[in-house]
């Protein structure tokens, strides 16, 4: 893996720092390519995507009672049928990506946030939280535990991301398992 | 040099591990792995929602008979009698009850009648025994224990080549090399204050998390207690700062229990 990739980007959209008065922060974890080599060690993988119809994202929503929010399933398959789906769910309010691992059976095998957004109203007209951010826009690649901080007393609910596993195990079952 | 970070879901919130090491990506890879294996290994074994965990069998049974439990589970249950002992009650994990009837807990088999009271858990090594039915929760605690494990495991893997580690398990957070680290605690009003660590780990606990319920409680009031601040603990250990920001936020921040435990409570 390289290690630019591993780097921490902050992206700052939205209103921006001094117009808005509210912004996204998003945080970078794996790539998807390093999510695949995380949870699938060595495994030769080929990109898909699979576009639902509409009946099968009524029953993908029937069966995980999650909203079907796209048509198109994407990620990564292996001849032998294990899947890295590359999908989205929304959070609190922005969307979160997610890399999951699905075996030939359809059992889960990793989930890997691959970047958290959050949006933070109030805390941007806080001097000393927009510090942390001056000088630093998309371009900038930064290390998470030196340049931005750590929250403690933050509750990120994991409720949209377990919803989200739901909604790609059914899809699983209802439309890849098909697929082999 | 070379760093990972990753984050998953895990003790109902998202933990975040980073690591910086002088090893290659391999190495990164499997003591994260390792790390983000034995947060799954608590979660599971401690879960109040999953009716087949260690906790739920202790409920749903310990009143009955001993129950045996895993390694974990034990050493959590151990300090969550040590810290309601040594806080004369105040931290008391069999408020599992109250929490149901308040909506933050979901239902389950066992009885909401159960009144709290851990001095009737008895431990004897990893045997539980309830004198009476009991309903124990542990997410007061258990978070902080599972950063603590993972960043044994972090350490174990990397030895002499760690650089930097923080796990950060939805703001029960340990730092590996913590000296002049900030880190941003939110007020009630949600307005960041940035803090120096003044131990190797910290964690914090405001009202405004949970819009107006605490999910704290003074057992001996037998009601929620209304946060006007944050409280962040910071110690050693994150399973004690766990645990005792529920102290601090019922005692206030001069109480003997925090030198006893060689930790420091700021409020924001």
């Known amino acids: 893996m390289n290690r630019r990739a591993f780097n921490q980007k902050l992206l700052l959209v939205g209103g921006g720092l001094l117009l808005g008065s509210s912004l996204v922060v998003a945080k970078n974890y794996l790539s998807a390519e390093q999510a695949m080599q995380t949870i699938w060690p060595g495994l030769k993988m080929t990109p898909f995507s699979v576009e639902l119809s509409e009946a099968e994202m009524k029953a993908i929503k029937k069966a995980s009672k999650t909203r079907v929010r796209s048509q198109w399933v994407k990620g990564y398959r292996s001849i032998d049928n294990q899947w890295l789906i590359i999908d989205q ?55 998470l535990d030196q340049h931005i901080k750590n929250i403690s007393g933050a509750t990120m609910s994991c409720r949209h991301i377990t919803d989200g596993v739901n909604r790609l195990t059914q899809t699983w079952a209802l439309v890849l398992k098909n697929l082999a | ?67 045996k439990v895993g390694v974990h589970t034990a050493r959590v249950l151990h300090m969550a009698q040590q810290m309601y002992q040594d806080s004369a009650g105040v931290f008391d994990v069999s408020v599992g009850s109250w929490l ?32 009476r039915p009991l309903t124990l929760d542990l997410g007061g605690i258990a978070k902080g224990y599972a950063v603590d494990v993972a960043m044994d495991r972090i350490k174990a893997c990397l030895n002499q ?32 204050k940035s803090l120096y660590m003044k131990r190797s780990s910290v964690a914090s606990s405001s009202s405004y998390y949970l819009a107006g319920n605490s999910a704290i409680y003074d057992p ?29 936020a019922v005692v206030g921040k001069t109480d003997p229990i925090f030198e006893r435990y060689e930790a420091e409570v700021m409020m924001v």
């Open chain 2, 100 to 131: 149901v009837n308040d909506g933050l807990l979901p239902e389950t088999m066992v009885a909401l009648t159960n009144v709290p009271d851990l001095s009737q858990m008895k431990l004897n090594d990893r045997q539980v025994r309830f004198k």
């Open chain 1, 89 to 143: 769910v929304v959070g609190k309010h922005e969307f979160i990506d997610l890399a999951i691992g699905l075996d030939a059976q359809g059992a889960v095998t990793g989930v890997e946030i691959l970047t958290y957004r959050e949006s933070y109203g109030d805390e941007v007209r806080n001097p000393k939280w927009q510090a942390q951010f001056y000088g630093k826009d998309s371009s900038e690649v930064l290390l």
């Open chain 2, 161 to 192: 080549q760690l650089i930097q580690a923080s796990v950060n398990a939805g703001g029960d957070m340990k730092v590996y090399d913590w000296h002049n680290y900030e880190v941003l605690v939110p007020d009630v009003h949600k307005q960041v």
């Open chain 2, 1 to 67: 040099m070379n760093q990972i970070s990753r984050c998953q879901p895990g003790l109902g919130t998202l933990v975040e591990i980073n690591i910086q090491g002088d090893c290659d990506d391999a190495v990164l890879i499997e003591a994260s792995r390792h790390a983000f294996a034995v947060i799954s290994e608590v979660t599971q074994a401690m879960s109040f929602h999953d009716q087949s965990s260690e906790l739920s069998i202790i409920n749903q049974q310990a009143h009955h008979q001993p129950v």
């Open chain 2, 220 to 248: 001996k009031q037998g009601c929620q207690v209304e946060l006007g601040t944050t409280v962040s603990v910071f110690a050693d250990s994150c399973m004690v700062a766990d645990a005792l920001t529920k102290v601090a």
